[in-house]
């Protein structure tokens, strides 16, 4: 029962699996995303371009396949013996599903805007290096022209722009300031054991904003043990080790961050709802949810230095947000109170009670309205 591991060290959303992998000590194998392999395998499996993608050879003639890390993480997780990255108490469970989806769908925006406007002729040359390995660096570095354009390209539907670069650079050396004294006290978000929490941040903050050189460089100035935490994520060497805190703690570090994804990113995810419901209002169940439902305003940044800026609205970070309810409403008696205060005193109240307006699932490795609540 092996897995094969479809991706390159230049990708933030495989840095994130292959840290967890690593951690969970399954045997598995990476496979470099070449453009032979998204023909041959990403393609045909997943129907669109996208890594990672992990192949778990489970006796069916084609294996499974898996897209999403966290549909990836899910499965091994059900599968593999091993103690778990999920906390099993309310609070910490709930922190860590509210801290990956801040990692994934938030943090890719300082990942996003650092690596193009700083590590731009290094990641190209990577982007080659993945896709065309057997030709000389130079035709590798040309023929990632394509491939730079779309990614570069996409970083103003993030909110990244001229008006927002400086609040954007505040907010990730004040996220940078709170996980470093965070990390003076602990090895990961929850303790000793890596959670979710810790993976979701691990994405943004290994492949890009380590490993690409000028923001290594930053990071190891201002945040070293941020960059030591992010290389024993993602290369562990004590895999399946460490304990989350007793009682169910919250440090306070990792209230600070909370806080941080209250007060940024909660907002516009609560906006994006808003524009979903408005989509949704005349579709049918099981239709396909575009990838960007239009723009919006959307503040971005850390308390006075946050400006309002264009952006697009992305609909898919809304089914990690159902993730993170689902846990919520599992929830009952005192665990659920509990998480009610956690709201409370992070700043986010309103998402004590909030519900998706429409039920969102996957299918066919994309989004689309679920069948249960669509029109
Ligand atoms: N939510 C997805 C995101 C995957 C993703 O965005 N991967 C990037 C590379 S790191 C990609 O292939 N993007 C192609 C695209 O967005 O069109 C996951 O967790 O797997």
Redesign the pocket.
């Known amino acids: 029962m092996h897995y094969t591991l479809i991706g390159t060290p230049v990708?933030?959303?495989?840095g994130?699996v292959r840290g967890y992998l690593r951690w969970k000590n399954v045997p598995f194998t990476e496979r470099l995303s070449t453009r032979e392999v998204y023909k041959a395998d990403i393609l045909p499996r997943v129907g669109?371009?996208?890594?990672?993608v992990v192949i778990h050879e489970d006796g069916s003639p084609h294996g499974k396949t898996l897209?999403?890390?966290?549909d990836?993480i899910d499965y091994v997780e059900a599968r593999e013996p091993g103690p778990s990255i999920y906390p099993d108490t309310p609070r910490q469970r709930f922190a860590a599903l509210v801290l990956e989806l801040f990692g994934?769908e938030w943090l890719v925006i300082p990942a996003m805007h650092y690596r193009w406007a700083y590590n731009r002729a290094f990641a190209q040359q990577e982007f080659g290096a993945t896709s065309h390995p057997h030709l000389a660096p130079e035709e590798q570095f040309a023929a990632a022209e394509k491939a730079v354009g779309f990614f570069s390209g996409s970083i103003t539907g993030l909110g990244v722009n001229p008006d927002s670069i400086a609040a954007i650079e505040t907010a990730y050396e004040d996220f940078l300031t709170v996980f470093e004294a965070h990390l003076g006290a602990h090895d990961c978000l929850f303790g000793s054991r890596p959670s979710i929490g810790d993976y979701g941040l691990l994405g943004p903050l290994y492949a890009h904003l380590l490993r690409d050189p000028k923001s290594g460089e930053l990071m190891r100035r201002l945040a070293p043990r941020v960059a030591a935490w992010a290389e024993r994520c993602h290369a562990p060497q004590h895999s399946l080790t460490g304990n989350f805190l007793a009682k169910d703690d919250i440090p306070p570090g990792v209230m600070e961050l909370l806080h941080r994804f209250a007060a940024q990113h909660w907002p516009v995810l609560r906006d994006t709802a808003a524009a979903l419901a408005a989509w949704a209002a005349d579709k049918q169940a099981g239709t396909e949810v575009p990838r960007i439902l239009g723009f919006h305003k959307a503040r971005i940044g850390h308390g006075d230095s946050a400006v309002e800026t264009d952006r697009a609205i992305i609909p898919?970070p809304l089914w990690m947000l159902q993730g993170v309810t689902d846990y919520r409403d599992s929830l009952t008696g005192a665990a659920r109170l509990a998480v009610s205060e956690l709201l409370r005193s992070m700043g986010a109240a309103d998402l004590d009670a909030f519900t998706l307006p429409v039920r969102l699932e996957r299918r066919h490795f994309k989004l689309a309205l679920a069948a249960e609540t669509a029109a």
Not at 11 to 14: E, N
Request: zero cysteines; hydrophobic letters at 35%; aromatic letters at 18%.
């Open positions: 990708s933030l959303y495989t994130k669109w371009p996208v890594i990672p897209q999403d890390t966290s990836i994934d898919f």
